[in-house]
């Protein structure tokens, strides 16, 4: 079983079926794009909720953080 996120298998799919000058070609370079931005963005929120000593049950802002977090887990 892999453990490659879906949306960079797909990427891998469409740009290994279609050659560079096709919209698939040009939508799955965006996909890597996006997964790439993704994970700066996650790495950014968990570096926050694990440097904040406020605890979560006093920072509305820190839960919804720890709930993007989660959210992408489930979806990676």
Same mark, same amino acid.
């Given at each position: 079983?892999?453990?490659?996120?879906?949306?960079?298998?797909?990427?891998?799919?469409?740009?290994?079926?279609?050659?560079?000058?096709?919209?698939?070609?040009?939508?799955?370079? @965006?996909?890597?794009?996006?997964?790439?931005?993704? @994970?700066? =963005? =996650?790495?950014?929120?968990?570096?926050?909720?694990?440097?904040?000593?406020?605890?979560?049950?006093?920072?509305?802002?820190?839960?919804?953080?720890?709930?993007?977090?989660?959210?992408?887990?489930?979806?990676?």
């Amino acid at each position: 079983m892999s453990t490659q996120p879906e949306a960079l298998r797909l990427a891998k799919e469409c740009m290994e079926i279609h050659s560079p000058n096709m919209p698939e070609y040009k939508i799955a370079a @965006e996909l890597r794009r996006l997964h790439a931005v993704n @994970e700066e =963005l =996650l790495e950014a929120l968990e570096e926050y909720v694990n440097a904040d000593p406020v605890d979560d049950a006093l920072n509305p802002r820190k839960r919804k953080a720890r709930a993007a977090i989660a959210k992408a887990g489930e979806q990676a």
